[in-house]
């Protein structure tokens, strides 16, 4: 499996796949968090939902690095498609990881606030949890499920506004109208203040293991 997420991130790189989605995710924390004086949490909520729109992105960039061909080859040395899913979904959140530092980092040195352990909790497990559905979501609109580019574009845009805006769909929209609300400008807030975005992370965590279980059933027909 080590080898399979190392050849799956290598081909990301080597396509160059992740610029899009990373130049994206870039521009939206730069018009969204600069120099925004409001409280941090409600900042990081606006980094979680750039990071929710990028991660679709990067995941349809990584299951498709590979043409149709690469895809039979690489099934054949892996053998199961589920491995193959989760290398996708790995890789996937492995760089994500790393653009939640950005994330993370970007609000505090563009902006001024209050700067509290509590609140870099709350940013890391939001930016974690839209990363986590994101993924999901990607696989998804990827190949084998979706194989035209502009069907999967389409979609990819759809289920974003869905997870999104409709509120009574966990865990993103109720995280983020959590993280928006008036409770959240308290610069007094404590670690147990943390405790509830964790039940919103293995939500995240549940949708993407649902999203792969999908995507592993539809590719195992197709392929």
């Not at 491995?83 to 959140?93: E, K, M, T």
């Not at 959590?178 to 919103?200: E, I, N, W």
């Amino acid at each position: 499996m080590r080898a399979l997420i190392r050849y799956t991130l290598a081909n990301l790189f080597v396509s160059q796949r992740f610029v899009p989605p990373t130049f994206l995710y870039m521009v939206l924390l730069a018009v969204l968090t600069s120099s925004d004086p409001g409280p941090l949490v409600t900042v990081y909520a606006a980094a979680g939902g750039s990071l929710l729109a990028a991660s679709v992105w990067i995941t349809v960039a990584v299951a498709n690095a590979e043409d149709p061909v690469g895809r039979w080859v690489l099934l054949a040395n892996a053998r199961r498609t589920s491995d193959i899913v989760i290398a996708i979904a790995a890789s996937a959140l492995l760089y994500e990881v790393a653009l939640i530092g950005i994330g993370l980092v970007y609000p505090l040195a563009t902006g001024h606030h209050t700067v509290t352990v509590s609140g870099l909790a709350i940013g890391a497990i939001a930016e974690l949890t839209c990363a986590l559905v994101g993924t999901g979501v990607g696989l998804l609109c990827a190949r084998p499920v979706i194989v035209r580019t502009g069907v999967s574009t389409l979609a990819g845009i759809a289920m974003v506004l869905v997870v999104l805006l409709v509120k009574a769909l966990p865990p993103v929209s109720p995280m983020l109208q959590r993280m928006t609300s008036g409770s959240a400008a308290r610069t007094a807030l404590t670690l147990t203040d943390a405790v509830p975005y964790v039940g919103f992370a293995i939500l995240g965590a549940a949708a993407l293991y649902g999203c792969g279980l999908l995507a592993h059933r539809v590719g195992r027909r197709r392929d």
